[in-house]
């Protein structure tokens, strides 16, 4: 079993919290993982990019080739195309519904999404709704993790808890707010997967 994913987004977003949530997770259930990262975090808004591999064997380097990524997880709309070239055809793309406009000739957001639903297979998730849902507005990244689970090749448990631990020794109540986030983005996939659609 070999699973790459990249994961994008812009500095402040939490991207590679994102990132170290599902490498430990991963870890945690006893399988191999790589990981690299490419970003900007001085500069807030700087593109954040981030390469992880899981495999239950030896995974030979650091970098998701293009064309093999089995999923691209965004935590910003238009950050989330500018590595489409790295999905395999069976690939998903999975983004947060928000854009981030830092720069002043931001795309029109309903192209964005239209060319996001050209794609074989893609999900758009309202993660700020969700998040506040939760009771906890900085856990929109959290929602991105439990929308991915339903594709990731990682129990739901050992998410859970290591989202639990990770959150808990800063704050009991955010750890809770933030599993419910976890919770909301898991089911807001599945909701949309039962109904037939994918947005």
Not at 151 to 173: Q, R, T, V, W, Y
């Amino acid at each position: 079993m070999k699973y790459d994913v990249i994961l994008a987004g812009v500095g402040g977003q939490g991207v590679l919290s994102v990132a170290s949530i599902i490498a430990h997770a991963a870890m945690s259930g006893g399988l191999e993982v790589r990981q690299s990262e490419v970003h900007g975090m001085a500069q807030r808004g700087g593109a954040v990019l981030a390469h992880l591999r899981i495999s239950d064997k030896k995974i030979p380097g650091d970098l998701v080739p293009k064309g093999s990524a089995d999923l691209v997880l965004s935590m910003e709309p238009l950050e989330s195309l500018r590595y489409v070239s790295y999905l395999k055809p069976d690939g998903i793309l999975i983004t947060a519904a928000e854009p981030f406009k830092n720069i002043n000739d931001y795309p029109d957001l309903d192209e964005i999404y239209n060319t996001i639903k050209r794609l074989p297979k893609w999900q758009i998730v309202d993660s700020a709704s969700l998040a506040k849902e939760a009771g906890l507005s900085k856990a929109a990244n959290t929602v991105m993790v439990g929308a991915a689970s339903c594709f990731l090749p990682i129990k739901e448990e050992i998410l859970e808890k290591i989202i639990m631990d990770a959150f808990s020794k800063k704050d009991a109540s955010a750890a809770v707010a933030n599993t419910k986030a976890f919770k909301l983005g898991q089911s807001a996939v599945n909701a949309k997967a039962i109904a037939g659609g994918q947005s």
